[in-house]
T-cell receptor, first 109, second 117 residues
Framework: SQQGEEDPQALSIQEGENATMNCSYK?????LQWYRQNSGRGLVHLIL?????REKHSGRLRVTLDTSKKSSSLLITASRAADTASYFC?????????FGSGTKLNVKP | EPEVTQTPSHQVTQMGQEVILRCVPI?????FYWYRQILGQKVEFLVS????????KSEIFDDQFSVERPDGSNFTLKIRSTKLEDSAMYFC???????????????FGPGTRLTVL
């Protein structure tokens, strides 16, 4: 399968702490994207990192990409209760998106 | 802010019936997609559509499924002879462009929950 696979499957932290989620994949990619999904809702695009980039920031989000290890990480700093959601990585390859199973993040107030 | 919309939000149908799920992509977007998410499982790519024809489709997108852009704004997914296992959330998405190596953020709609009884 080319799909990204996130770990951990679930993560529970206290508000204010940092949350790190990882994504691994098997094939070469054009880019990798992170999405967020609140329970029962649609997907919201968070950040895209291209295959020739190693790190990208957007607000409290930091994404890294290591193409040699075929892995990416999403760091959310100073987490808030409102960050509680599922987070998915999606790899884009040959005109298709492949989503992982997601990490369920629970931020306790 | 422009957004992708989907109707209905929830569709209940009997097994064997046909359903049409509707999407209105963002107006200047050229590429359209359908995904599904069975409860508790991954989001799965179904099909991408450009210039009035299918660009890519997954193994899931068999003869039971079809897509259409009947007018300048709607993008529909038709599921013929629905089965119990078709019960899922169906997400529509659109993007401005789809060129290898370039930025191609997809904007997702809120989804249609399909329940097949």
């Amino acid at each position: 399968s080319q799909q990204g696979e996130e770990d951990p499957q679930a993560l529970s932290i206290q508000e204010g702490e940092n949350a790190t989620m990882n994504c691994s994949y098997k094939t070469s990619i054009n880019n990798l994207q992170w999405y967020r999904q609140n329970s029962g809702r649609g997907l919201v695009h968070l950040i895209l990192i291209r295959s020739n980039e190693r790190e990208k920031h957007s607000g409290r989000l930091r994404v890294t990409l290591d193409t040699s290890k075929k892995s990416s990480s999403l760091l959310i700093t100073a987490s808030r209760a409102a960050d509680t959601a599922s987070y998915f990585c999606a790899i884009y390859n040959f005109n298709k998106f492949y989503f992982g199973s997601g990490t369920k993040l629970n931020v306790k107030p | 802010e422009p957004e992708v919309t989907q109707t209905p939000s929830h569709q209940v149908t009997q097994m064997g019936q046909e359903v049409i799920l509707r999407c209105v992509p963002i107006s200047n977007h050229l590429y359209f997609y359908w995904y599904r998410q069975i409860l508790g499982q991954k989001v799965e790519f179904l099909v991408s559509f450009y210039n009035n024809e299918i660009s890519e489709k997954s193994e899931i997108f068999d003869d039971q499924f079809s897509v259409e852009r009947p007018d300048g704004s709607n993008f529909t997914l038709k599921i013929r002879s629905t089965k119990l296992e078709d019960s899922a959330m169906y997400f529509c998405a659109s993007s401005e462009a789809l060129q290898v190596g370039t930025y191609n953020e997809q904007f997702f709609g809120p989804g249609t929950r399909l329940t097949v009884l």
